[in-house]
């Protein structure tokens, strides 16, 4: 476990430039004053703000089925009401203990741990496209908290600010903002989410955010094209913003742990049919490990990545009809 000294935040906010955000300190800061409007464009001191706050010890690693796991969706669904996003419809009916955004499913019949995805829509016309995030991570273990700022307050912090930068912008397709739970515990979260999905629409592309913040190198990965190779030339067509790379792979069946097809949460969607493009970096040494924290992300080339990423929804948007 470790926290983060007043003199190393100040240092991480000069670094990261998230000078705003740090600076107001707290749980939310920055981003609680903000209200429901057009935005030019996503806002990485907001985005940052965000990981620096879930990959605090306060939400304790995010751990499926715990006191954590329900303040981690207090977070979130706070600043979804103020998104101008709005909840997904239920498939099913819900507890009344929860709010409009969050679904309880089955997380499958070997556990007991309560699940809880968060789904938020931007309304739009014809098919829709699902943006994810897993919100969950691994806990205490060991009396260790592991944080997983990368894995993965980095998408979900991202996801919550795309949600409100879209709902400013709103396109042509429905856009679904879907925070899965218990992505750690066997992709149960968008398992379930596919199996019964939110609203209504057919679903045909799947963007996944998992581990979008930390590379040296600056190296993000767009995986799946190998299957969708469709998706590619929308992919290319988009600028890269100086701060990072994109790079192509990780798909190639038969290359073990190398093929990210089946690791993360565009897995079900992959199953079944739906087109998906996986977004996430190298695996590090953070990996998995307690000192997955917020003082060892890449500012800058995450910010980078929040600067791409509605780049790459706006180009599907309009240039991929997967409908036809
Ligand atoms: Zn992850």
Redesign the pocket.
């Known amino acids: 476990m470790r926290r983060i000294s007043p003199f190393e935040l100040l240092a991480i906010c000069f670094l990261s430039a998230a000078v705003t955000a740090c600076g107001t300190g707290g749980d939310g800061g920055a981003a609680e004053a903000d209200e429901v409007a057009a935005v030019a464009e996503l806002d990485a001191d907001r985005m940052l703000e965000h990981v620096r706050e879930l990959a605090s010890d306060r939400y304790e690693g995010r751990l499926t089925g715990t006191p954590a796991a329900e303040r981690t969706r207090r977070y979130l669904t706070r600043h979804l009401d103020k998104s101008g996003a709005v909840p997904c419809m239920p498939s099913r009916p819900q507890p009344d203990s929860l709010s409009a955004w969050e679904h309880m499913a089955s997380a499958g019949e070997d556990t007991d741990a309560a699940l809880v995805n968060i789904l938020a829509v931007v309304p739009g016309e014809g098919p829709r496209i699902v943006v994810s995030a897993?919100y969950d991570h691994l806990g205490v273990r060991g009396g260790e908290v592991y944080n997983g700022a990368d894995?993965?307050a980095s998408g979900t912090a991202l996801l919550l600010e795309l949600a409100r930068y879209v709902a400013g912008n709103p396109l042509g397709h429905e856009v679904v903002f879907a925070f899965f739970d218990y992505?750690?515990g066997g992709l149960r979260g968008s398992r379930a989410f596919v199996e019964a999905p939110c609203g209504e629409g057919e679903i045909v592309l799947n963007i996944n955010l998992?581990?979008v913040s930390r590379s040296e190198e600056g190296v993000l990965f767009a995986s799946g094209t190998r299957h969708w190779p469709e998706l590619r030339p929308v992919l290319e067509s988009v600028d890269v913003p100086d701060g990072m790379h994109l790079e192509y792979g990780h798909d190639e069946p038969g290359t073990g742990s190398d093929d990210w097809t089946f690791a993360?949460d565009h897995a079900p969607f992959h199953r079944a049919g739906i087109p998906f493009v996986y977004f996430g970096v190298e695996d590090h040494d953070g990996y998995h490990d307690p000192s997955d924290d917020f003082e060892h992300i890449t500012p800058a080339f995450y910010r980078a990545v929040g600067a791409f990423i509605p780049r790459v929804l706006e180009a599907f948007d309009s240039e991929f009809d997967a409908a036809q």
């Open positions: 897993h894995d993965n992505e750690e998992d581990m993360s």
